[in-house]
């Protein structure tokens, strides 16, 4: 037992040092994540709006209809929301395309991108049915014009639309309900809608970018409001999270700007929203002239840049004077003691630590590869299905494996730190490849949570913990923690 509560502690000092330590230093705090619990009835807000504009828009999306200050507006397009697709899809650098209904079936609502709903202290400042004028900026606005570097579009779907436009970028999407608060203006009273378009950019099983496009309510008011974010898929949860805004809004950005028919100067600007209460969004929106632009169909070429690289003998001969510098100084500075300790710890070494660590990544990062290859390759199965056939990979062949492996091991303590080092570097691995830099403290708990679970099913399955029975306290901790934390997450208590 004293030998249990030793590794126990062992492996959560593993999980904190891989991934607990260096994901709190970049993670959002759990309460900027916001409640999805229905906030009492307040009155309507001021709104966005245009001078020569009668309606406008709140500058911030809810889950719900009501005013929480949840997914904050980031790109404004003045034009007609046809053209802001044709461009959007026309532009190079991106594949989006429209999210079918099997994935919008699949999909869960994504998680909020900004903090709570809006204090008891913001409501009471806010006027009923009041209108802001779009063009009122703040004395920082002349500093973030000098950051046109990205736009994004919303617009909302008349009751017919046309089929998708061929060779497109930016492709049509659904995804979790999101509503914005529209006002039509002249003594009308302001209501809730959903979006008229939702386009994406890349892997449903993998990273990608997603818009939500809300038009004007009214005819001869040109413009869409839109919202984007970047979100990834979580096996643990089998839901789409978001992990941050400013990447999506340049990219959407960069569309616009470089369509042949958009002075960059004159058309792409960014005005103040105050609405930056989220992971990484700033309060800037992105705002493009289209009104009165031409929008006609063009090719937008794609420049093929030269590098010059070194010649393979040159980067091997760098490589090797490297290799042995960095030898020769750590030569240096052991000691006899040092390199006992080590010849000892690579005796120890057995083919099950390697074996285990090859199936742990192999597995987790399978997945993740499966999921990605069967969106694109096996078009007959829904969202569902796929998540079907691979989520036992994570919940149950992952922990199978692990026992299967570590039974052939000699030492406890080994054993546990191998597997659970080896998840820890495995979702690091994961999340690099999608390119994900910021997490929530709930998602770096359940992380850390798994990998002492997994530690300890290892450390449990060893030789010497199995001398008086198979079933022993670190195996059953081990198992029940896993199945506790896969079943607390699927159903969002982690």
């Not at 070194?310 to 042995?324: K, R, V």
């Not at 850390?448 to 079933?471: C, E, H, P, Q």
Request: proline share 4%; aromatic share 8%.
């Amino acid at each position: 037992m004293r030998r249990s509560l030793v590794i126990t502690a062992v492996l959560l000092l593993l999980a904190f040092v891989l991934v607990g330590g260096p994901s709190m230093l970049l993670s959002l705090p759990i309460d900027q994540l916001g409640s999805e619990e229905p906030t009492e009835k307040k009155p309507a807000p001021e709104v966005v709006s245009f001078d020569d504009s009668e309606s406008g828009f709140w500058e911030y999306l809810s889950p719900q209809k009501g005013f929480q200050k949840r997914s904050p507006v980031n790109v404004i397009v003045r034009g007609d929301v046809d053209d802001v697709e044709q461009i959007l899809t026309e532009a190079g650098g991106g594949d989006w395309s429209e999210i079918n209904e099997s994935e919008e079936e699949a999909l869960p609502d994504t998680y909020s991108l900004t903090g709570g709903n809006a204090t008891d202290n913001e409501s009471d400042n806010l006027s009923n049915n009041s209108t802001r004028p779009m063009n009122e900026t703040t004395p920082n606005e002349s500093a973030a014009n000098s950051t046109n570097e990205s736009a994004n579009n919303t617009t909302d779907d008349p009751p017919e639309r046309r089929g998708r436009i061929p060779s497109l970028n930016w492709g049509k999407a659904d995804g979790g309900i999101r509503y914005a608060y529209i006002d039509p203006g002249q003594n009308e009273s302001g209501y809730w809608t959903t979006e008229t378009l939702q386009l994406e950019d890349g892997d449903y099983y993998g990273q990608r970018y997603h818009i939500r496009l809300y038009e004007s309510p009214n005819e001869d008011d040109d413009w869409v409001a839109m919202q984007t974010h970047s979100e990834h898929f979580d096996w643990f949860t089998l839901q789409h999270r978001v992990h941050g805004s400013q990447a999506a809004q340049r990219k959407v950005e960069s569309g616009f700007m470089a369509h042949p028919q958009i002075d960059v100067q004159e058309d792409v600007s960014r005005i103040y929203l105050d609405n930056g209460n989220s992971s990484d969004a700033d309060g800037w929106a992105t705002l493009v002239e289209l009104a009165g632009l031409l929008v006609i169909p063009t090719l937008v070429g794609i420049r093929a840049g030269r590098r010059n690289a070194s010649s393979p003998t040159d980067s091997d001969h760098t490589a090797e004077q490297l290799g042995q510098r960095t030898s020769d100084a750590i030569d240096d500075h052991l000691t006899d003691v040092d390199r006992r300790r080590i010849a000892a710890a690579y005796a120890r070494i057995e083919v099950g630590h390697l074996l285990l660590v090859v199936t742990i990544i192999a597995l987790y990062l399978g997945v993740r590869s499966g999921g990605i290859f069967l969106e694109h390759r096996a078009e007959f199965l829904t969202p569902h299905q796929i998540a079907a056939l691979l989520y036992p990979v994570i919940g149950v062949g992952i922990p199978t494996a692990t026992y299967l492996i570590a039974r052939g091991l000699t030492r406890r303590l080994d054993a546990a730190v191998v597997a659970a080092g080896s998840l820890a570097i495995a979702i690091w691995l994961d999340y690099g490849m999608l390119g994900v830099d910021t997490l929530p403290l709930d998602v770096v708990l359940q992380r850390m949570l798994v990998v002492v679970a997994l530690g300890l099913i290892a450390g449990g399955a060893a030789k010497r913990a199995t001398r008086d029975s198979k079933f022993n306290d670190m195996l059953l901790v081990g198992s029940a923690m896993w199945l506790l934390v896969l079943v607390g997450t699927l159903f969002g208590y982690l």
